[in-house]
C-alpha cells in the first residue's frame, strides 16, 4: 500500500499492492496497520457503504458536522468517477479548496477524505459501484451539504454532459452559507 499526496495534505491517494496475472488479480483492499501508517494517523471505521449509479450521477458534496463528523475511505469496484474532497475547515490554509481524483475499477486506487472534509464524485461510466468506510455512523440531524456547482469553490467537473442530481442535493447551499466546521 502507498500513500500519495494531494494538493491538499490531509487528502490522501491510497494506492494498493495489485498481484495480477493471467488468472485475474489480488489486492488487500484494507489493512488497518498499514493504513493508519500511510496517513499518519488512528482512524477507526465503523460503517460499510456501497452504492450504485448509472452514468452521469453527481452525488454529493456531503458531510457531517461535529460531533459525529466522519472521514472516509473511498474506492470504486465497478466503473469509473471523479472524486472530490472540499476543505470546509474555517480555520485550514487550504479552507475552499478542492481536489479531484479519478478512481476506477482499473486503477483500484481509494481516497482518503478526513473530517471536515465535503464529499462527492461524479460518475463517468455506464455503471459504478462505489464503496467507502466511515469513521462515524450516518446521523441524519448531523448531515450536511454544500452546492456542487458553488463559484466561490469553483470544482471542474470535467463535463459538459448533463447531471443527474437527488432532489436534496439540487437544494444544498453554498459554501458561505453552510454550517462549517471551525
Given at each position: 500500500m502507498k500513500a500519495i499526496d494531494t494538493a491538499i495534505p490531509d487528502v490522501k491517494i491510497i494506492e494498493p499492492t495489485v498481484f495480477a496475472d493471467d488468472r485475474g488479480f489480488f489486492?488487500?483492499?484494507f489493512n488497518q496497520a498499514k493504513f493508519e501508517a500511510a496517513i499518519g494517523r488512528s482512524a477507526?471505521?465503523?460503517q460499510d457503504n456501497h452504492s450504485r449509479s448509472g452514468k452521469g450521477v453527481l452525488r454529493g458534496l456531503h458531510?457531517?458536522?461535529a460531533p459525529r463528523a466522519q472521514a472516509k475511505l473511498v474506492r470504486v469496484v465497478v466503473g469509473e468517477v471523479y472524486d472530490v474532497a472540499v476543505d470546509i475547515r474555517r480555520s485550514s490554509p487550504t479552507f475552499g479548496q478542492w481536489v479531484g481524483v479519478f478512481l476506477s475499477e482499473d486503477n483500484k486506487r481509494q481516497l482518503w477524505i478526513p473530517e471536515g472534509f465535503a464529499h462527492g464524485f461524479l460518475t463517468l461510466s455506464?455503471?459504478?459501484e462505489f464503496l467507502y468506510k466511515t469513521t462515524d455512523y450516518y446521523v441524519p440531524d448531523?448531515?450536511?451539504g454544500i452546492r456542487f456547482d458553488d463559484?466561490?469553490?469553483g470544482i471542474d467537473w470535467n463535463?459538459?454532459?448533463a447531471l443527474t442530481l437527488s432532489p436534496k442535493d439540487q437544494k444544498l447551499p453554498a459554501l458561505h452559507d453552510a454550517e462549517l466546521f471551525a
Open positions: 489486492l488487500e483492499s477507526a471505521f465503523v458531510y457531517q458536522l455506464e455503471r459504478v448531523c448531515d450536511r463559484p466561490a469553490i463535463t459538459a454532459d
